[in-house]
């Protein structure tokens, strides 16, 4: 293969090779290598052939293999539909599902009904999408067919316990439709060990000693189905359902050893259970010379959760009994209805253009109830906030409009109008008119020579998740998150510079400067109940900077060993804002490392595939009220082995926590508050699931006709 070899594809469709032979249905002959857009067009496109050598199963492990893409999942949190966007499309439109991650809606198209990926810039794809650098276009075959892939693994933790889980998944196509089924249990069973050491600051003497072993289980059976009719581009008719029933059960052993008193046997127990059903429906004609676009969305679900916390009063091993502990039960149901219309034209006097608005219904009912156990008796905390009724109604506008300066430069610009009506009832009473403008405008060029930059500026406005308006307790960290009825959305401007270019032919390097400037930048802060207690709660502090830095190399290492491929990402960043207590600058609260970084490796020789990975990052903390709680973790690897003992099957060894490295906190409590301290301890928590061995088997079926499937 030549490098820097530039190719277009203009006409012809190639479906993807297997170690069995190549499926085409062309129109003009293609060369099989990577497709790296010309100067003239603005993407770079990868027909499925480019793929054969990684031996995909599902368009999950296509995507996974794009040379310098890196998957984004986006927010299904995220109330509405516009900004829970990640950066794929399907066929050229995203998929109307918010239940579902982009992952699980990858993993359940066959690899065999991918024809070609296409990778471009946002705006080519909709207003959801502009001022993003990369967006991903899956094309499926139009080919009538019977594609499927059934998966079975177990992994065994290193005490022994071996869990089993899998998933299957099937694709009818027939003419313009398309049929998609898919099921699984998503099962996962782990176990840690680890430990938790108090010392006083001061003296450093051990105030308690933990020894912790804890086992978890998550278990997760879905079932999701789609249908398409699809005519073209601007005449589509889709309908999608999904329906999940996610429970996670912890159970945690802790030996308790007090610096004065005797040793007991402690436990803690969870119970969450947390069900989701979802229809979507969207549906594009053609009308004016462009498409209108109705998208429909209605998501339930409700949440069941169980935390107990006992307290004995010796040694199981010695008879002791429960004395005491807490208790906490979280019932809630939320609700969201969403209507979306769109009308789009390529060619409007010059411009694309983009035009439409959404309505949004969303609703949280929500009671928490935390209970202090002592001898058998149960007695009632009262939280600032544990019962709340929450109702948003949400509406946004916007237009769009793009037009290609030169061949090689390209101005594309924006404007969002979003309004909502939020109301508050229960233990607070808080409504609010929320309105803002939301600009944005971005440039793209390619200046020649493979390179592609690309320039933007937006303005965001977070959303309000309605839990945060909610108390609750988290027994595992002996803590209370207040709810704080009265937060408000921090929006910021953000720019983001890209620059990107080919490297060794069919690899990418992509360097990515972005800056914010937040306002009302949401951290933590005193709040007080009606009996003057203080309690650490989410709320907004000031104004906040982001700046970062992200280098992305991905590149083909044949000239080295043949079919060795390598990709490093790597990721600066700086946060700053004063601490609303001591009124210092610091970091923002959460997960911001100031460094992050990893590297893959892959070697596909014959029916055999293999590599590793390797993660790290800086600790990073949590600056509440009470508490600096750090969270850090040692390198990380993953490594696997693959062997295909013929075209359909696939079957993978998996080697987690390869390094057996562990994990932990350190917290710094302060007592009552970091405002007024009366006493500190300090908390060292460490913790090690060890390495975990998996093994997966996949299984293709199909490939022919719909009328004479067959698998060999």
Same mark, same amino acid.
């Given at each position: ?365 929500? &009671?928490?109830? /935390? ?6 008796? =149960? *007695?009632?905390? @009262?939280? +600032? $906030? ?98 704080? &009825?009265?937060? /408000? ?6 720019? =983001? *510079?890209?620059? @990107?270019? +080919? $490297? ?113 990052? @800086? ?94």
């Amino acid at each position: 293969m030549r490098l820097f070899r530039a190719l277009y594809i203009s006409a012809g469709i190639v479906e993807l090779a297997t170690p069995g032979g190549v499926r085409a249905q062309a129109t003009a002959e293609v060369d099989q290598s990577a497709r790296v857009a010309t100067q003239g067009t603005r993407t770079r496109v990868y027909d499925a052939n480019f793929f054969a050598q990684f031996a995909p199963r599902t368009a999950l492990d296509i995507v996974g293999r794009v040379p310098g893409f890196n998957l984004e999942l986006g927010n299904i949190d995220t109330r509405g539909f516009t900004g829970a966007a990640g950066n794929i499309v399907i066929n050229g439109s995203r998929p109307s599902t918010k239940a579902e991650t982009l992952e699980a809606t990858l993993a359940r198209l066959p690899a065999r009904s991918v024809v070609r990926v296409e990778v471009g810039p946002g705006d080519l794809y909709g207003a959801e999408y502009s001022g993003k650098s990369q967006v991903l276009n899956v094309i499926l075959s139009a080919q009538s067919s019977f594609d499927g892939t059934v998966t079975a693994a177990a992994r065994r933790d290193f005490k022994g316990h071996i869990t089993p889980t899998g998933s299957a998944s099937a694709m009818i196509k027939r003419g313009a439709s398309t049929f998609n089924l898919s099921g699984g249990t998503e099962h996962s069973f782990g176990v840690q060990e680890g430990t938790d050491t108090l010392f006083n600051p001061g003296s450093g003497a051990v105030v308690e000693y933990r020894r912790k072993d804890i086992s978890f289980r998550d278990f997760n059976p879905y079932l999701s189905g789609s249908w398409a009719l699809e005519h073209g581009k601007d005449r589509a008719v889709r309908l999608n359902a999904r329906w999940s029933l996610a429970r996670w059960d912890l159970e945690q052993k802790n030996r308790v050893a007090p610096a004065e008193g005797s040793q007991r046997d402690d436990g803690l127990i969870q119970d969450y259970d947390n069900s989701v059903f979802e229809i979507g429906v969207d549906v594009t004609r053609p009308i004016a010379g462009g498409a209108i676009k109705l998208v429909g969305l209605t998501t339930r679900r409700k949440l069941n959760n169980f935390d107990g916390y006992l307290k004995r009063n010796g040694l199981l091993e010695d008879g002791a009994v429960t004395v005491g502990g807490f208790e906490q039960n979280q019932i809630s149901k939320r609700n969201e209805s969403i209507g979306r219309l769109s009308w789009t034209r390529q060619d409007f006097a010059a411009f694309s253009f983009e035009v439409g608005g959404e309505a949004v219904l969303n609703s949280l009912d929500s &009671a928490v109830d /935390l209970f202090v156990v002592d001898e058998g008796e =149960r *007695l009632r905390i @009262d939280l +600032p $906030i544990d019962r709340a009724r929450v109702r948003e109604k949400r509406a946004e506008a916007f237009i769009n409009l793009g037009h290609s300066l030169t061949p090689t430069l390209r101005l594309d610009a924006g404007l969002t109008y979003e309004y909502s009506i939020l109301a508050v009832r229960g233990d607070a009473r808080a409504d609010r008119t929320l309105k803002f403008l939301k600009p944005k405008v971005t440039v793209d060029w390619k200046p020649g020579g493979g390179w592609h930059t690309q320039l933007s500026v937006v303005r965001t406005v977070a959303q309000l998740d309605f839990f945060d308006f909610i108390s609750a307790a988290e027994l595992g960290s002996d803590r209370v998150n207040a709810g704080n &009825a009265n937060l /408000l959305p921090q929006r910021a401007w953000e720019g =983001r *510079l890209t620059v @990107d270019r +080919p $490297i060794f032919g069919e690899g990418l390097a992509k360097l990515e400067f972005g800056s914010e400037r937040i306002g009302l930048l949401q951290d933590r802060i005193l709040i007080f109940n009606k009996a003057g207690q203080a309690f650490d709660a989410l709320g907004n502090i000031g104004t906040g900077k982001r700046s970062f830095a992200r280098l992305t190399l991905d590149a083909p290492l044949s000239g080295l060993w043949s079919g060795l491929r390598a990709k490093f990402d790597g990721t600066i960043q700086r946060t700053r804002v004063e601490d609303p207590i001591s009124g210092e600058k610091r970091n923002f609260s959460g997960s911001f490392p100031n460094w992050q970084w990893s590297v893959k490796v892959r070697r596909d020789s014959g029916a055999f595939s293999y590599g590793f990975s390797v993660t790290d990052r @800086d600790n990073f903390t949590f600056f509440r009220t009470d508490e600096f709680d750090s969270n850090y973790i040692s390198a990380d690897a993953t490594s696997f082995v693959e062997f295909r003992p013929n075209a359909r099957t696939a079957i993978t060894f998996d080697f987690i926590n390869a390094l057996n490295t562990g994990f932990g906190r350190e917290r710094l409590l302060f007592f009552p508050h970091r405002a007024d301290p009366q006493q500190r301890i300090r908390e060292l928590r460490e913790r090690n699931g060890h390495v975990n061995i998996g093994l997966t088997v996949k299984r293709s079926f199909g490939g022919g006709k719909a009328s004479s499937a067959s698998a060999s």
